[in-house]
């Protein structure tokens, strides 16, 4: 069965750059799309990017296009997600999921395997 571990998440100051991890244990990660999706108090979790599981597609939302990378190296089984010119907006637990299916999806509920979040804080 497929586990998911985020980490990377730290208290950064704005404009600063993080770099989250996602790894997968039990299962190889190159079977699936893996998307990024972030929760901020008060608010909705919604999905910020995803890679396909051939890495050669990507979507971003609008709030963190060309701000925010996201990778894979399936050799190590790991998606990254690159995080530069971060602003307190983007303060938020950072979740990754896994979708069983080569191709991304705009849908949360086609994510079948969560990891447990890491927190990321943008703050002076």
């Known amino acids: 069965q497929l586990q998911l571990v985020e980490s990377g998440g730290d208290l950064v100051q704005p404009g600063g750059s993080l770099r989250l991890s996602c790894a997968a244990s039990r299962v190889t990660l190159d079977i699936y799309a893996i998307g990024w999706f972030r929760q901020a108090p008060g608010k909705a979790r919604e999905g910020i990017s995803c890679?396909?599981?051939?890495?050669?597609?990507?979507t971003y939302a609008g709030s963190v296009k060309g701000r925010f990378t996201i990778s894979r190296d399936n050799a190590k089984n790991t998606v990254y997600l690159q995080m530069n010119s971060l602003k307190p907006e983007d303060t938020a637990v950072y979740y990754c999921a896994a979708r069983n299916h080569p191709l991304c999806s705009p849908k949360e509920g086609d994510f079948g395997t969560w990891g447990q979040g890491t927190q990321v804080t943008v703050s002076s």
């Open positions: 890679i396909s599981k051939w890495g050669d597609s990507a």
